[in-house]
């Protein structure tokens, strides 16, 4: 049984990771890493990092404009699955690379594993929306992070081999926390002392990608008297530069290049609190039990959301101030599986 993997993105490789490990016990797994993200500290470190196998081909797309890095997706994807000739196509999440993958196995009657399925922020306006309905729809296998997945799948008509196995970044974070505590000096780096900092990342493009936003939440940090650590996502960096905009203004904040998944890890678990746009990270907070505040009108994570574990804030000024103080961890609960979310995606397959 040969299994095609399409990734691209860094929450991907994080994906990955769990995965591919047991996949590998009882599969052939190729691996096409489209090239969407491509930095270093991007993608190799991740690769280096948790032991994800090389990609077989890397396609080298790169940035662009959805329709140019879509499409180039998609001519060189279709290439390497007719010479292949998988028996299943797996991708993670819902970036261009993910909705690449499925869109070419489809139409060439592969069928599609989906892993993370059933997501939505009810928000279209976000690519990453549409990618995900999209990639549900055409997906043999919809693999769903909570319950609240699959009831968004079947209020969409998706109920065949839909299963919740709990989420593979739940696995991940388990089986790195005890490596990062041992291999990460970051809090040395950057003089940082636990609880004593604010983690932030910000890259989501209806943030970055306007500038009275970026502003917004520009000023809201300024306004914040702790130490900050944000490691910067290129997306972001670019924009503010585009924007004029200088960051030296905003006291005690340490702006640092992408970090690896261990030194993240860290970072998360050390942090005071958590201010951020990102999927991933939300989840992360809750996993380590630290509070969140997630610049954003909308969340796909709701479960994170119950008792004002994450608040959800948008992008005004006084808004992020007042949640980024009044933020505490509530009682956890145990909504994201039990860490073995790989082992039963496999499981699963196995049986047909
Ligand atoms: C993509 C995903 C988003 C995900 C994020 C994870 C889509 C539509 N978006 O957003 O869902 O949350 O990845 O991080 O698929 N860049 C570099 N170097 C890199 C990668 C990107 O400089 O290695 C810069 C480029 O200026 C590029 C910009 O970042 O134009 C955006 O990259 P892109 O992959 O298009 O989208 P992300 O914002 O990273
Ligand atoms: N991450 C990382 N280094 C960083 C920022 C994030 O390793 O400098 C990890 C983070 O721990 C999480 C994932 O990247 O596992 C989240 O990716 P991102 O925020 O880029 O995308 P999203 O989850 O929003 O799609």
């Given at each position: 049984m040969k299994v095609l993997t399409v990734l691209g993105a860094r929450p991907q490789f994080i994906k990955a990771a769990p995965v591919s490990r047991v996949l590998r016990e009882k599969y052939t797994e190729m691996i096409v890493h489209t090239g969407q993200h491509y930095d270093a500290n991007m993608s190799d470190i991740f690769f280096e990092e948790l032991n994800?196998?090389?990609?077989?081909?890397?396609?080298?797309?790169?940035?662009?404009n959805h329709g140019k890095q879509t499409g180039e997706m998609l001519q060189k994807i279709e290439e390497i699955v007719l010479m292949e000739e998988p028996d299943y196509l797996l991708v993670y999440g819902d970036t261009n690379s993910t909705l690449a993958g499925a869109l070419v196995a489809s139409k060439l009657h592969v069928p599609v594993i989906h892993i993370e399925?059933?997501?939505?922020?009810?928000?279209?306006?976000m690519p990453e929306e549409i990618n995900r309905i999209m990639t549900d729809h055409l997906s043999e296998y919809l693999f769903c992070p909570t319950e609240t997945a699959v009831e968004n799948l079947t209020s969409e008509n998706i109920t065949r081999n839909v299963f919740n196995i709990g989420d593979v970044m739940y696995d991940a974070v388990l089986y790195n926390q005890k490596l990062a505590e041992n291999h990460s000096n970051i809090l040395k780096d950057y003089d940082l002392e636990k609880n004593e900092y604010l983690l932030i990342t910000i890259h989501r493009a209806e943030n970055t990608d306007n500038p009275e936003k970026m502003k917004n939440i520009l000023s809201a940090f300024s306004k914040m008297k702790e130490v900050k650590v944000w490691p910067i996502h290129p997306r972001t960096k670019h924009k503010l530069a585009d924007y004029g905009?200088?960051?030296?203004?905003?006291?005690n904040l340490k702006i640092i290049d992408p970090v690896g998944y261990l030194d993240m890890l860290t970072l998360e678990a050390n942090a005071k609190k958590i201010v951020t746009d990102s999927g991933g990270v939300q989840k992360e907070a809750y996993f380590m039990k630290i509070p969140c505040v997630t610049v954003r009108e909308q969340t796909e994570w709701v479960e994170t959301l119950v008792n004002e574990a994450n608040i959800l804030v948008g992008t005004d000024v006084e808004k992020i101030v007042s949640a980024v103080e009044k933020v505490v961890m509530p009682e956890y609960m145990n909504v994201f599986g039990d860490g073995n979310a790989s082992e039963k995606i496999v499981e699963i397959l196995k049986k047909g």
């Open positions: 994800i196998p090389k990609p077989d081909y890397n396609l080298g797309v790169g940035s662009g399925a059933g997501l939505r922020s009810f928000n279209k306006k905009i200088d960051l030296s203004d905003i006291p």
